[in-house]
């Protein structure tokens, strides 16, 4: 048995629907899904497919905050968010949002990030190492006297991702967190985001555009339209899937690239190849015209 | 056709202070037909320098003229004759009851009479596919439309230059390509002129035809996009990242010398099966 089916299931949903109270029609129509223990799903389709309404329920935003009509089995850690409250998921399940701006509030870095730790009553000592903590992971020690607002958005993307690690969740939900970042941030980003699952061994489910960012980490993507799950398999299937059917998302490049060609380069993982591999490779597309 | 000056502009938002300069010696030109991607990184001074155009802010130091007018004399309104923007989430300006009012009102300021109104109206709502929403309330419209009913407002205007603050922040690949086509169609009338602040370069390269760059405040570069693509200095420096759509471009233009626009119009053919 490999590791990957070894590996224990940690979100568990199975007919899940759900209606905003007033709303006409559901906006998740019957969703199974499952997430393993220490997996990268990356998460997209187009807006109002769902995918912010899904985070919403793995984080019991719904329905303790949003309410509506929710149906289905839901076990997130053995967690229900009919059951239990917003605190209790909170410690187990962490909510990045795409912008910083909206989830930082204090007047310094290091207040922001106690924040979360404070409301679970613990106590001082056990929040103090809490922050230190958080701050190393993130890397952001010099800035801990800093007021959020001072810091550039990459930076501030931190500083919401440490307040909610400091929570230490086992599950980590970003939704849409490059969107505010400029190209260079959202690279590192990226590679911090992979880097901090592997060291904390945590799993995590992206909300994003930008597969091309995020594709070499990535265990599945799951793609959802209209409310429902398109399809949910490994990277390469469902991508293949996707041109195949014209699903309008963002295919990364060099796969379109690759495919234009025919069946030549297959076998070779996309990211082995340079950007000049590839400037040959198009270069061959521009020429057959 | 209007013509922005920026003459040697410095910005504080410490007005008293006049430290702390959000943007430092500013000299630029937009000139009829000029399409300019204004490039930085985050918190580098770019949606401020937007505001200042539009008089928003008043420069600290320097002036910006709109063809003879000082932009911190004339009022936001004159101002508004000739360029227009659109902020960042722009869909939350709405106020009016209904699309039609929506999209009526920048005209009927203006002092239109009601049937050119009507027609006006009309004639952009349905090059936006808004035409069925008319009697709509804005509110009632899902993400998609709202966005485009918000553009819609502004290209009514027919405004001589087109601001635009990082408009596909948060776009699924749809309304991306939606936003290029819009752009496009606005461009095509001769001597219009856009300015679009943006992280997207991808998007950039699709519909700009000159860059500047601004760095912690100041213009560190500025220039055609192809010479943009050329400059390995600001890429290797860390001011600007490469995509891999960026670099790829960059690579087969300046060691291969194929046309920029044959390139760009390739690119745009292989993504276009998904469309």
Redesign the interface.
């Known amino acids: 048995m490999s590791t990957e089916e070894s590996r224990k299931t940690i979100i568990r949903i199975r007919n899940l629907s759900f209606k905003y109270k007033n709303a006409e029609k559901n906006v998740l129509d019957t969703i199974n899904f499952d997430v393993k223990e220490g997996e990268f799903v990356l998460i997209t389709?187009?807006?109002?497919s769902g995918k912010s309404t899904l985070a919403r329920i793995l984080t019991g935003l719904i329905p303790n905050s949003y309410p509506g009509d929710l149906s289905g089995e839901i076990s997130i850690m053995s967690f229900d968010p009919r059951r239990n409250k917003i605190y209790e998921i909170a410690q187990n399940v962490g909510l990045v949002l795409?912008n910083p701006e909206n989830q930082l509030f204090a007047l310094t870095v290091e207040d922001d990030i106690a924040f979360g730790p404070e409301n679970l009553g613990l106590e001082r000592k056990e929040i103090k190492e809490r922050v230190e903590w958080s701050l190393s992971v993130v890397d952001l020690q010099k800035e801990r006297h800093k007021a959020p607002f001072e810091l550039?958005?990459?930076l501030q993307q931190k500083v919401a991702i440490a307040a909610v690690l400091a929570m230490k969740p086992k599950i980590l939900i970003l939704d849409?967190p490059t969107?505010?970042?400029?190209?260079?941030?959202?690279?590192k980003f990226a590679y911090f985001l992979n880097e901090l699952k592997r060291e904390l061994n945590l799993t995590i489910i992206l909300i994003e555009?930008k597969i091309?960012l995020f594709f070499k980490f990535l265990s599945r993507i799951v793609v959802m339209n209209e409310g429902k799950i398109l399809i949910d398999d490994e990277p390469d299937v469902v991508m293949n899937f996707?041109?195949r059917n014209?699903?309008?998302?963002?295919?990364?490049?060099?796969l379109?690239?690759i495919r234009?060609l025919g069946e030549t380069y297959d076998g070779k993982k996309l990211y082995d190849y340079q950007?000049?591999d590839?400037?040959m490779l198009?270069?061959k597309?521009?020429n057959d015209? | 056709m209007a013509k922005i000056s920026i003459e040697d502009v410095s910005f504080s938002y410490e007005q008293d202070k006049k430290n702390n300069f959000v943007l430092k010696d500013v000299s630029y030109s937009i000139l009829p037909g000029d399409s300019v991607l204004l490039l930085g990184p985050n918190g580098s001074g770019k949606t401020t320098l937007l505001k200042l155009i539009m008089g928003l802010l008043k420069p600290t130091k320097g002036k910006i003229r709109i063809d003879d007018a000082d932009t911190s004399k004339a009022s936001v309104f004159e101002i508004s004759k000739k360029v227009s923007m659109i902020f960042q989430n722009p869909e939350k300006q709405f106020f009016a009851e209904t699309v039609r009012e929506e999209l009526s009102f920048g005209l009927k300021n203006r002092g239109l009479r009601e049937e050119e109104i009507k027609k006006k109206v009309e004639e952009v709502a349905k090059k936006f596919g808004l035409f069925e929403y008319l009697d709509k309330s804005p509110f009632d419209l899902s993400g998609g439309e709202k966005r485009r009913l918000s553009i819609a407002s502004i290209i009514i205007l027919d405004p001589e230059v087109l601001i635009v603050d990082e408009p596909t922040a948060g776009l699924d690949f749809q309304y991306r390509n939606l936003m290029i086509s819009i752009i496009r169609g606005f461009l095509e009338t001769r001597n219009k002129s856009l300015v679009v602040a943006t992280h997207d370069i991808d998007f950039g390269l699709r519909i700009a035809n000159k860059a500047a760059v601004i760095n912690e405040g100041k213009l560190v570069w500025s220039g055609d996009v192809v010479s943009l693509l050329r400059e390995e200095e600001i890429f290797s420096k860390g001011i600007l990242a490469h995509t891999f759509t960026s670099s790829l471009i960059s690579r087969v233009i300046s060691q291969s010398n194929v046309d920029f626009q044959k390139v760009v119009k390739i690119l745009e053919e292989l993504t276009e099966g998904l469309m």
């Open positions: 389709g187009p807006s109002g795409q550039s958005g990459g849409e969107s505010y970042l400029d190209t260079l941030s959202a690279i555009q091309d996707c041109i014209k699903i309008p998302i963002n295919i990364p490049l060099q379109l690239i234009t950007v000049d590839y400037k198009f270069e597309i521009i015209r």
